[in-house]
């Protein structure tokens, strides 16, 4: 099974601005024709938040024109930029759990996907409250197939201090209830980061994908208030291969103007 993840594309309120010397629907553009073009056979397309940059309902709208091109299921949960009312607007099969928070359980060939949602709105950083993780220990215990996570804010610190101080906030409660089935989680997909990242938490794989738009810098050491470093290095959106033996997470990087070669 072949997904992709795209994360943090900051759509702005007006869709033809700037962000930070990108235009972000260009980005978004530049990424619906590489995959129409390379990888239109994937079954499932993740959007893992920040989607808007400031939760305008133009930019949803903008977002759901673009992504109109592509066969596959599209699927998206929310970042610390988004509202979930305009998610809801213009993405129908997203869905909230009883409490309002807009988590999606779906089932794939592989195993079920879980959407989670950490949105503390008007806060940068994340949170998974008692009433989500109950939502979450339903859906782990309701099944015995393999589970994928996905969710904006990682539930762990990357070691770039500034990123790190919007992380989720306090994943004690998130981590009890994972805990019991954490060997049949298969992977842990986040944005927010803007970075491509890998490695494993609580011997869970995880995984972060590029902006299709701006980078957060490679910076382990600077923390400035609330100022978050970033970088001109290349956007690019997550192609990830699934069977029964492995995953493996491709970064797709984009803007690389050189021509292709043989090596
Ligand atoms: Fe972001």
Known sequence: MKILQLSDLHLPDSPERELFGRRPLTQLHAVVDDIL??????????????????????????????????????????????????????????????????????????GRFLLLDTLEAGAPWGSYCTERCRWLAEQLSTSTVPIWLAMHHPPFKVGIPS????????????????????????????????????????????????????????DLHTLRGEAVPGCGEPAGYAVILINDEHTVVHHRMLNDDAPAFWL
């Open 163 to 218: 990123m790190d101080q919007y992380a989720l906030l306090d994943a004690t409660d998130f981590r009890a209830t994972l805990l019991p089935h954490r060997a049949r989680i298969r992977h842990l997909f986040f944005g927010h980061l803007h970075r491509p990242i890998g490695g494993s938490w609580m011997g869970i794989p995880i995984s972060c994908t590029a902006s299709p738009n701006h980078q957060v810098a490679l």
């Open 37 to 110: 073009a390379h990888h239109a056979d994937a079954e499932l397309c993740l959007l893992t938040g920040d989607l808007a940059d400031s939760g305008a309902d133009a930019a949803y709208a903008a977002l759901a024109e673009a992504l109109r091109p592509l066969p596959m299921r599209i699927q998206v949960l929310p970042g610390n930029h988004d509202r979930r009312a305009g998610l809801l607007r213009y993405f129908p099969n997203a869905t909230c759990d009883n409490a309002g928070f807009l988590q999606t359980a779906i089932e794939t060939p592989v």
